[in-house]
């Protein structure tokens, strides 16, 4: 079983839509977790990091689960520049990172 | 600022041919790290480096060396390129490799091995 699991997408949302992304994990050890954004050829960037009390920046909410092992992204009123490969990623003594959840945001 | 700083951007090789990828980054962090990224397999950690002198093995360390003498920079080679090392590397360092530390990425060299 992968470390970090994320369904690949595409995920295909109209303009203002809210679109939630789930993430689970193996390794019940894992220190801390984050989002990172990666936009069609370039490298990844910090969206941000979950904490287990949950936590909100601007549209973007994210959730930790410790008891399931998962952890989640919502997006609300999505736009278009939201357009993007969200990456799960989760921090034992190193960075492991998910596949990638692949968003498009259409007008 | 410059960050994280990846050279060359492209490469192209001929198979058994052997190349540094160079990797600088000016925030005086202490972790760094290399990754290759794949389609449908996600960035995988090839070494990494938890301060001058220091090197460790990846998930992926086979057909790559690294040394850090220095905390500035984190050179990846190459050492006889074949065609599974066709990839997107990525470069990243951090201020520690725990808790909740952002990395941060270069630009990533793009390989291709034929």
């Known amino acids: 079983r992968k470390e970090v699991e994320q369904d690949p997408g595409p995920f295909n949302v109209p303009e203002g839509a809210t679109v939630a992304f789930n993430c689970t994990y193996s390794n019940s050890a894992s220190q801390s977790f984050f989002w990172y954004r990666q936009d069609c050829r370039k490298e990844p960037k910090l969206l941000m990091s979950?904490?287990?009390s949950g936590n909100e920046d601007g549209r973007f909410t994210a959730q930790l689960n410790r008891a399931s092992q998962y952890i989640s992204l919502l997006i609300r009123d999505s736009k278009l520049s939201d357009s993007a490969t969200y990456l799960c990623v989760l921090n034992t003594d190193k960075l492991i990172f998910g596949t990638g959840t692949r968003l498009q945001v259409f007008p | 600022n410059a960050g994280v700083t990846q050279t060359p951007k492209f490469q192209v090789l001929k198979t058994g041919q052997s190349m540094t990828l160079q990797c600088a980054q000016d925030?005086?962090?202490?972790?760094m790290s290399w990754y290759r990224q794949d389609p449908g397999m996600g960035l995988r950690l090839i070494h990494y480096?938890?301060?001058?002198?220091?090197?460790d093995q990846g998930e992926v360390p086979n057909g790559y060396n690294v040394s850090r003498s220095t905390t500035e920079d984190f050179p990846l080679r190459l050492l006889s390129a074949a065609p599974s090392q066709t990839s997107v590397y990525f470069c990243?360092?951090?201020?520690?490799?725990?808790?909740?530390?952002?990395?941060?990425f270069g630009q990533g060299t793009r390989l291709t091995v034929v």
């Open positions: 990243a360092s951090s201020y520690e490799n725990t808790g909740n530390t952002e990395a941060f």
């Open positions: 480096s938890v301060g001058a002198g220091i090197t």
């Open positions: 925030m005086n962090h202490e972790y």
């Open positions: 979950v904490y287990s």
